[in-house]
């Protein structure tokens, strides 16, 4: 009964199972156990009979119908990811699906409660990525061993499109290679990471560029220029060739008198 809190252990236990759970992952899979359960609870509603236990993926799904038309009837808060996650296998579905019908058969909220205070950042993965953090960077699974374990034969041959597989290959080859990142960034030693010839620039801020100054009394613009931005810096600084403002001057321009054209003569043909 590995991965199940001992107090759901000894309530399964005290229902009486055809018989007991020793792996949820795969005693829990066909979903007759599941129902077995619920008929303890809802005898009424589950018929034992109306279950096959068998083990192919036909029987499965023929089950977990029935039992999600059970869940919809009686408005059952039950996730679908941890139901999906049971009928494939995942890592750590099967014993969730467990804790979460145990709240809501026995009315006891404070499993859950337990764990989110032993961490509070918690959240439904149910890949084996726990597993491999705490392995060594040699034994660590590659590519496509990741791709091997994530994803089941019986998630492609429940939904045979290509194109979702391959989307759900490729989250899974995104998180492998997003955690070989990490690792390289954590130890890069060991990778022989050599910084780059951006990374071993100085880091600098820009210049400030230099604000203009608008003289109403002499028109003209003058421009103040840091002394620590000339070329040579404050120690050295070099003479400007130039100098700092520039003066405009005004052009009158003679316009013809439009006036005197109006009273000129017409001229006849």
């Not at 005290?14 to 156990?33: E, H, R, V």
């Not at 408005?75 to 969730?96: N, Q, R, S, V, Y």
Request: hydrophobic content about 30%; aromatic content about 8%.
């Amino acid at each position: 009964m590995s991965g199940l809190p001992r107090e759901v252990l000894k309530w399964i236990q005290s229902l009486d199972l055809t018989w007991q759970i020793k792996q949820p992952k795969w005693d829990l899979t066909n979903g007759y156990l599941i129902a077995e359960i619920f008929s303890w609870y809802f005898p009424q509603d589950i018929q034992m009979h109306s279950y096959n236990n068998g083990t192919s993926l036909d029987s499965k799904q023929k089950n977990w119908s029935l039992l999600k038309l059970f869940i919809n009837r009686h408005k059952l808060d039950i996730p679908e990811d941890l139901i999906e996650g049971t009928i494939h296998c995942k890592e750590g579905a099967a014993p969730a699906l467990c804790e979460r019908i145990y709240e809501l058969l026995t009315n006891r909220k404070w499993v859950s409660v337990r764990a989110k205070k032993q961490n509070p950042e918690y959240e439904v993965d149910f890949t084996d990525s726990a597993y491999q953090m705490q392995l060594p960077m040699h034994a660590r699974s590659t590519a496509s061993k990741a791709i091997k374990n994530n994803l089941r034969i019986t998630e492609i041959m429940a939904d045979p499109n290509l194109i979702l597989s391959a989307q759900k290959a490729q989250k899974i080859i995104n998180e492998h290679i997003q955690h070989r990142n990490m690792e390289r960034q954590e130890n890069p030693d060991r990778f022989n990471v050599k910084p780059t010839l951006g990374e071993r620039c100085i880091r600098r801020p820009p210049p400030q560029p230099s604000q203009p100054t608008f003289d109403a009394e002499s028109t003209q613009h003058t421009f103040t220029v840091d002394p620590s931005q000339k070329p040579g810096g404050e120690d050295n600084p070099l003479p400007l060739s130039r100098e700092p403002s520039v003066q405009f001057k005004e052009v009158e321009v003679k316009q013809l008198d439009k006036s005197a054209l109006y009273n000129m003569p017409i001229q006849g043909y």
